[in-house]
């Protein structure tokens, strides 16, 4: 009997994961301390996303948005995430009315260096950097979400309140 190649490797895939001991390894545990430390609303102070190929392109595009612009520029106030225990995130955009123009919610994991982020139809990967009440994200993530890992993102974020 003759499988495909492709037919092959995912058998032999499935036999290896599935054999493994089911500890984690080291680098991959759970950071404890960020997972309490992100516990509460976060307000996004600063935007930035370097785009080489935008959407697929050979257009590269620079987004930059800083504390100021969400309102005078985009007539918003700053977007607001909440993670909560139970590795749930919920993000919210409001016009500077109050009205919500947006909400999302997705799931988090703090593991090792990294934060995973999974919102509807993609995962994101962040370095955080916490300092105090001042949280940086960055990464090379998919942001224009064209099917490549080729865009540049950092944001910072500030504490607003927290929970437990």
């Known amino acids: 009997m003759s499988y495909p190649t492709s037919v092959s490797i995912a058998i032999l895939l499935f036999v290896l994961t599935a054999c493994g001991d089911g500890a984690p390894a080291a680098e991959e545990a759970a950071n404890p301390d960020l997972s309490t430390a992100l516990l509460g609303t976060w307000e996004t102070v600063e935007f930035n996303v370097d785009y080489d190929t935008y959407m697929g392109g050979d257009t590269a595009y620079v987004e930059r948005i800083r504390e100021a612009d969400w309102g005078r520029k985009y ?10 225990a139970d590795g749930k995130l ?39 950097e916490l300092d105090g009440d001042r ?27 927290r929970t437990r």
């Open 75 to 84: 007539g918003v106030n700053l977007p607001s995430t909440v993670f909560t």
């Open 90 to 128: 919920r993000r919210t955009h409001r016009l500077k009315t109050g009205q919500v123009a947006n909400i999302t919610n997705g799931i988090w994991k703090a593991q090792g260096d990294s934060l995973f982020v999974i919102e509807p139809n993609i995962t994101y990967t962040y370095y955080p």
């Open 135 to 161: 949280l940086e994200l960055s990464g090379v993530v998919d942001q224009d979400q064209d099917g490549v890992r080729d865009d540049k993102f950092r944001a910072v974020y500030r504490l607003v309140s």
